[in-house]
Every structure is written in structure tokens, then in C-alpha cells.
């Protein structure tokens, strides 16, 4: 395994706090003071930081040691006097008790204590200043590479996902591609594309994309890329396109990806609210049941283009799509590489044992301590087949793979869990400080690891 580090350009300290925004209001107004200010600041509109950092630079222990986090809270980097702060300390996902304490004039440290089993513990916190609620945290690591999947594997794994692929095969690809001249650029053309899939009804259903292809005669390799949660347009990848690709952006939905962003907005706050959840508690009908085998669909889609070169075929995608990512890997013999950036759907069960799992939580229990309403016998059972764990187990081929210590979506106990089951070669990038979110240079990371694999430029 090699492990990379993606840093950003300022100090590591700043930048953490940088993306912990205000959490319960809108940032401070020009010309409105924030106050406390630090000695001698004349009236100004402050950038305020709550600024938390690991006392080990790489962020991680062993099992046993002592994690301890420095917590300042600052104005224009400069520290505010009278400030009361609200941390508390506990393991990924599960906060532990709130302390309350004025800030001294140096800084905090906070003992975060240690942990005796692999996992994540994580200090968050909070203070007000002006009224204003501002959030900070960060993550120590124990031992991340020894965390293991509490997820179970059902004996009938691969004949599920075999009867699924063959149900997909009697489906006919019947591809329409409409050219898009507005998008199209010098060097690519742009198509909004749609092919059909495994579905229900009298009426086949189909996936929509954006396919963006080299205009130069040739053979180039393919790339999928898949979508994060939610529901929203694509405009697809010419610029990866002209570096020598054919790309493919899908969303998974069944239904076309050009329309006005509004439309969008209106199914993701009606029909297709928590579509995560659907079905859950049925493996056949379960929502990611079509979704899953439309990425290979996808596939069928793309090894038809003419100009595809039949031997690269790379997948990538973050969140949702890099639990998509792995999933075709493991499920398309086809996909040569994949990218995954803080994966989700890790480990789902984790949370029934009282560990972090991923997105979408579908067991977390409530505060309360109460068990999920969704952990019932039949949807634990559903989980087993889709969780991203478990296809994680079956990928054979290179992978780069990005998260931050600090994701509270994707959280990083449970990305690991997944990550430690790939025997196949694997690179890892960690953004330390970093949420759910992405930076500039994750973004270069990621792309130049794409290319350089697929041998474009």
C-alpha cells in the first residue's frame, strides 16, 4: 500500500480552521464588529476561527498513547481574550460529554485520553462570540489501518449480483445520443446520451448522461464517472475529455440531466426525498438494486463507443460515487482502475455494534441512545448485500482512494473499514483537516492520479 498526503497551501492549523464555518448563522456582515477583538484591534469585522489540532503532526497514534488537541479561537489569526468554549471528546460519530470552560489566554489543551482498539476520537468544538455560533474539530487516529468491517458477508453474495448481471444482459442497450452544439468545444464533442436499464413497469427504464469524446480520430480510454448524493443536472467532463479520454457522466435517477436546476430541487424535496432508504427492507427492489447494475450498464454504454480503445476502462467518483466506484469495480470485470474520494456506504452494520458507519446511517441510533427505527431483521439483512464493504472484498484492480479525517458524512472509521478489505493495489491520499468536502489540491490529486494511470495528458 502506498500512503500519499494531499496539504494545502497554508499551514495546517489555519486551513482546519478556515473550513469550520459558522455553524448556527450567516458570516459576519462587512462593517459589523465582532467583539471581543484582540489587544489593540481598532473596530473591524473580524474573520473568526475556531482553530483545533492534534498534538501528533500526522494526526495519528498507536493504540495506548495519549491524544491531546489544542483549541484557540481566533480574530484576523490573532487570539480573542474572554472567550468560553464547549468541547467535548468521543469516539467517530459519537460525541462524548460537553464541558464548558473559559478559553485561557494561551490556548487549551484538551486531554483527549487514548483508545485500545483501532478507531477515530474526535474533539469538537463550539463558542460564541457577538452572538455569532462558530464550530471547530478534528480527528486523532488509532491504529486506522487495523479497523475491521463488522459487516457480515450472506453466503449467496456473488449469485444475487451473477442473476442481477444476467437480468441486465436481456435488457437491449437502444442508446440515443442527441448532440449538444452549445456545450461542444474545438477539440470535444458533447452528447446527451440515454440507454436503457433494468427496471419495472410496461415502459423500460433508461439512464441519462453526459458523454464528452475526443473529436480527433483514434482510441481513447474510457472513463465513468458517477454521482454524489442528491439530485441535480451534469454538464459533463470536456476538459478530461481533451486531455484524451472518453468520458461518461450519468446520473442515476432515470431521467434526463439537462433540464433546468429548479426541477431538480423540486424532486429532490418531494419524490425523491431519502431515496437512500427505499425498499431497504426488500434486496430485490432495494433503490441501489438498479442503481448498482445501471453502472454497469453504463459500462455496456461505453465499450460500444467506437473510439474506445477495449482495454482502459477507469470509474471515479466521491461520496455516493465512490461507494459507486467501488461497487462496478467489484461487479465489472471490465473496469480496469477506480478513483474513490470519501467514499460512502462503508460498513453499514458498524453502527448496530456502536462504531462509526457510513452514509447513510441507515442504524445509527438516536440520541437518546434508542436503536434506529430502520434496524429491523429484514433491513440489516438487505444492507449486507449492498453495503460497499462488501464489494470492497472483490475489487481486483488499482485504486486511488482520498478521504479527511474530519468527514462527519463519510466519516473515516467507517472509510477505512471498506479500505482494508482491497487486496489490490492501493493508494491512499489523506487530506488530514478535511470534512465532506473537497480543496484544490484534492481535486489535482485525484486527476493526476487518473491520468497518469490511463497514460493521458
Known sequence: MKLTRVLSLASLALVAGARLAAADAPPASPGVPISPLPPGAKLRAATVRVVVAPDHRDWTYGLGEPAHFAVSVTADSEPIDSVTVTYSVGPDMFPGEKKTVPLPAGGLSVDGGTMTEPGFLR??????????????????????????????????????????????????????????????????DVYHVSFQTVGRGPVQARIYGILCEPRAPGHYPAILKVPGAGVRPYSGDPEMAAKGAIVLEIGIHGIPVNMAKDVYDVLYAGGLNGYWLYNL?????????????????????????????????????????????????ALDPRVTGLSATHPAGCDLSAELHGRAGGWPHPFMPGPDGKPSPQATPAKIETATYYDTANFARRVRVPGYYNWGYNDEVCPPTAAYAAYNLITAPKTLGLTLELGHAYTPEQAEAINGWVTTFLGIR
Open 123 to 188: 474533539c469538537i468544538v463550539t463558542t460564541q462570540v457577538a452572538g455569532r455560533s462558530y464550530r471547530g474539530l478534528a480527528t486523532a487516529a488509532f491504529a486506522p489501518e487495523a479497523i475491521k468491517a463488522t459487516q457480515v458477508e450472506p453466503a449467496d453474495f456473488d449469485a444475487f449480483w451473477a442473476a442481477g448481471k444476467a437480468d441486465l444482459a436481456k435488457v437491449p442497450l437502444d442508446a440515443k445520443l442527441v448532440l449538444m452544439p452549445e456545450a461542444c468545444t474545438s477539440s470535444v
Open 281 to 329: 427492507d426488500d434486496r430485490e427492489h432495494y433503490y441501489y438494486h438498479r442503481v448498482y447494475l445501471s453502472c454497469v450498464r453504463a459500462n455496456d454504454f461505453l465499450a460500444s463507443r467506437p473510439g474506445w480503445d477495449g482495454r482502459n476502462l477507469l470509474v471515479m467518483g466521491a461520496s455516493q460515487g465512490g461507494q459507486l466506484s467501488i461497487v462496478t469495480a
